[in-house]
């Protein structure tokens, strides 16, 4: 089934380390997103790309970095320049060409824990 | 369960009533709006959407209806069941660009 998979679901880090998140997709879909979610807010949108080997940032990208260097795959970096990064994290594709239809497929998110 | 849902507006209501969640949004150079569910610990799922030409759309026991000159969303579920317990989040488009903007979200607790 075409879906969107996100893996770890769960991850611990200790302070001052650099984790992966990774995304992949088999939907054909042009572009995906990261988002980060915190306790009692909507989604916050990290960064997004719309094409292979381009990326733009989000509202919150400082801390984050991210590469797209495949069309079904966007990893998230999480750099320990991040000074909150305990949330849950989710990725998120669209085709853009029917961009009218359903927005956005998301994956079942990960959670990170700084210890 | 996930945190997602703490300090979140919460509508509690028997199963079988009809719910409405509501949503104001930011921006009325929006021109596409979608409802997405998000259960505990989970990505959120597409319910419905419509467009800013529209004022009504009507799916299987849910309704969006918008009215642009106040800048409000809300979503109407018909006959509500323990499984629609869930977050509830609108998102907006800005004509334009490829991003959608998200809200809070609203908790809605269904009792049997």
């Known amino acids: 089934d075409g879906g969107i998979t996100q893996s770890p679901k769960y991850l611990f880090r200790k302070e001052g380390q650099n984790v992966t998140l990774s995304c992949e997709q088999n939907?054909?879909?042009?572009?995906m997103y990261w988002y980060r979610q915190d306790p009692g807010q909507g989604l916050r949108l990290i960064y997004y790309?719309?094409?292979?080997?381009?990326?733009q940032k989000g509202d919150i990208a400082e801390g984050y970095s991210v590469s797209r260097e495949k069309k079904e795959s966007f990893p998230l970096t999480v750099t320990s320049a991040q000074k909150n990064p305990t949330a849950f994290y989710l990725c998120?594709?669209?085709?853009?060409?029917?961009?009218?239809?359903?927005?956005?497929?998301f994956g079942e998110g990960s959670r990170l824990t700084v210890l | 369960g996930e945190s997602v849902g703490l300090h979140l507006p919460t509508l509690s209501v028997q199963e079988g009533d009809n719910s409405i969640i509501n949503c104001a949004y930011s921006?009325?150079?929006?021109?596409?709006f979608i409802w997405y569910k998000q259960e505990s610990g989970k990505g959120p799922q597409f319910i419905i959407d419509?467009?800013?030409?529209?004022d009504k759309r009507q799916g299987q026991r849910v309704t969006v209806l918008l009215n642009k000159t106040v800048k409000h969303l809300s979503l109407q579920i018909a006959a509500t069941q323990p499984g629609d317990s869930a977050v509830y989040f609108c998102?907006?488009?800005?004509?334009?660009?490829?991003?959608?903007?998200f809200g809070k979200g609203t908790m809605l607790l269904v009792s049997p």
């Open positions: 998120a594709s669209s085709s853009e060409a029917s961009s009218y239809l359903g927005g956005l497929f």
């Open positions: 939907l054909n879909h042009d572009a």
């Open positions: 790309s719309q094409i292979v080997n381009d990326f």
């Open positions: 921006n009325s150079a929006s021109d596409y």
């Open positions: 419509i467009r800013s030409n529209m």
């Open positions: 998102a907006e488009r800005n004509s334009g660009y490829s991003t959608l903007t």
